[in-house]
């Protein structure tokens, strides 16, 4: 059922007749109800559909780092733009055996710069090392940058994330994971975050790690 505002004139959310209201942004639009089709979806749709679910179970998972770190967009949500991006460039492979392209995947973007030389390795039990060298300090590689560190695992299908675990300047950070994660190969991500500025870097790819 729509709701008016404002009397007749103003602005409705909601669905009146085949009309739709809503709002985005503070902007108020109307739009029509789509018609249900008859025609079989096409191969082109069909990829799009897998991709948009693939990727949506994968970023959900991190929707607050993707909420505060994944600009760039101001048309649409972090989350929207992260989806619109990691579709175009992130997924590989043919339908219906498509698939998500680790070393492509982006979970930051944005305007702030990145390291040099980042690497990561596991030589004791449990933990993961990151570790990257600083260019020359800036406003946009400030030395009290947060550092963001995200690992995927495969075989555990699930993200682990550490967001306060040290700042730009550390130049290494010690990652410790549950025991559970032992063994297992992991996909690692590095970006950074100032607070002051509100402004993110795009994720950098460190590779996949066998933890000890």
């Known amino acids: 059922m729509g709701k008016y505002k404002n009397g007749i004139l103003g602005a409705f959310s909601g669905k009146i007749g085949p009309i739709i209201g809503a709002s985005w942004r503070g902007i108020d639009y109307m739009r029509s109800v789509p018609k249900p089709s008859n025609k079989p979806p096409t191969t082109r749709q069909l990829t799009q559909r897998m991709k948009m679910s693939l990727l949506r179970g994968f970023l959900l998972e991190i929707a607050e780092i993707i909420d505060i770190c994944f600009q760039n967009y101001e048309q649409t949500s972090p989350m929207n733009g992260a989806l619109s ?57 400030a030395e009290e940058d947060q550092v963001l560190l995200v690992i ?41 975050y100032s607070s002051e500025l509100e402004m993110a870097s795009t994720t950098e790819y460190l590779g996949e790690v066998t933890i000890a």
Do not use: M
């Open 85 to 141: 991006y990691n579709i175009k460039y992130s997924v590989a492979g043919e339908f219906p055996d498509s698939y998500v392209d680790f070393p492509n995947l982006v979970l930051s973007k944005g305007d702030l710069h990145g390291s040099w030389k980042p690497a990561v390795t596991s030589t004791e039990s449990k933990t993961i090392d990151f570790s990257w060298i600083n260019g020359p300090y800036s406003r946009l590689r």
């Open 152 to 192: 995927y695992s495969q075989a555990k299908s699930s993200y682990v994330f550490l967001t306060t675990g040290g700042t730009r300047k550390d130049g290494t950070i010690r990652f410790t994971l549950d025991e559970a994660f032992s063994g297992n190969s992991v996909h690692c991500y590095l970006s950074f």
